[in-house]
């Protein structure tokens, strides 16, 4: 009993002299803040065309540092294998369907195919991209969230439902897209 009640007043005592420390500095601990707010995304820069290859996610980064916008990128397989099936379904079904598509338009929109190059490579090992389709969202301060396309119950690939996927992108995506969807439901 004693020495949970000292390593509690050692965690007390740090958790202070930290507080103080930030306070003698003249500075007060922001407790509300919200790392992923992004209140503008200018629009009107995004292509509408979708950037390709290691060169285009580049090209995607430095569109994203002018627009503010997140970055939806997706690694398929481009040569014949088991698994090209399940990048071309995701793509004729999913990414063609038309509410995907209207909500994706804000997006800067990247496909990597793999294997292309060594720099399609080393963004695949970088983004650890297992299986293809694999999807990610990258925020402006570099975040990278996984958005999972398949669901995988009884051992086969079901494709998530496109409002079950507009849900999973808006939920790993910076906040102003959640944001819009609000906005224009008013």
Same mark, same amino acid.
């Given at each position: 009993? $004693? +020495?949970p009640?000292?390593?509690?007043?050692?965690? +007390?005592?740090?958790?202070?002299?930290?507080?103080?420390?930030? +306070?003698?500095?003249?500075?007060?601990?922001?407790?509300?803040?919200?790392?992923?707010?992004?209140?503008?995304?200018?629009? @009107? &820069?995004?292509?509408?065309?979708?950037?390709? &290859?290691?060169?285009?996610? #580049? /090209?995607a +980064? #430095?569109?994203? /540092?002018?627009t503010?916008?997140?970055?939806?990128i997706?690694?398929?397989?481009?040569?014949?294998?088991d698994?090209?099936?399940?990048?071309?379904?995701? =793509?004729?079904?999913?990414? #063609?369907?038309?509410?995907?598509?209207?909500?994706? &338009?804000?997006?800067?929109?990247?496909?990597?195919?793999?294997?292309?190059?060594?720099?399609?490579?080393? $963004?695949?090992?970088?983004?650890?991209?297992g &299986?293809?389709?694999?999807?990610?969202?990258?925020?402006?301060?570099?975040? /990278?969230?996984?958005?999972?396309?398949?669901?995988?119950?009884?051992?086969?690939?079901e $494709?998530?439902?496109? #409002?079950?996927?507009?849900?999973?992108?808006r939920t790993?995506?910076?906040?102003?897209?959640?944001?819009? @969807?609000?906005?224009?439901? =008013?």
């Amino acid at each position: 009993m $004693l +020495l949970p009640m000292k390593a509690l007043m050692i965690f +007390l005592l740090c958790s202070n002299m930290l507080v103080w420390s930030v +306070l003698a500095q003249g500075k007060s601990p922001d407790w509300s803040s919200k790392s992923n707010v992004v209140t503008t995304v200018a629009t @009107d &820069k995004i292509p509408s065309s979708w950037f390709y &290859k290691a060169k285009g996610y #580049e /090209k995607a +980064l #430095e569109l994203q /540092k002018e627009t503010g916008a997140d970055i939806f990128i997706v690694f398929t397989r481009d040569v014949p294998t088991d698994q090209k099936g399940l990048c071309e379904w995701f =793509q004729q079904k999913s990414l #063609e369907n038309n509410k995907v598509k209207k909500y994706l &338009k804000n997006y800067l929109r990247v496909e990597i195919p793999l294997p292309a190059n060594p720099d399609c490579q080393k $963004l695949a090992e970088q983004f650890q991209v297992g &299986k293809c389709p694999a999807v990610f969202i990258v925020q402006p301060k570099g975040w /990278k969230q996984y958005c999972k396309v398949f669901s995988w119950d009884n051992k086969k690939p079901e $494709l998530i439902e496109p #409002e079950a996927l507009i849900d999973s992108f808006r939920t790993r995506s910076s906040s102003w897209y959640s944001m819009q @969807d609000s906005e224009s439901k =008013q």
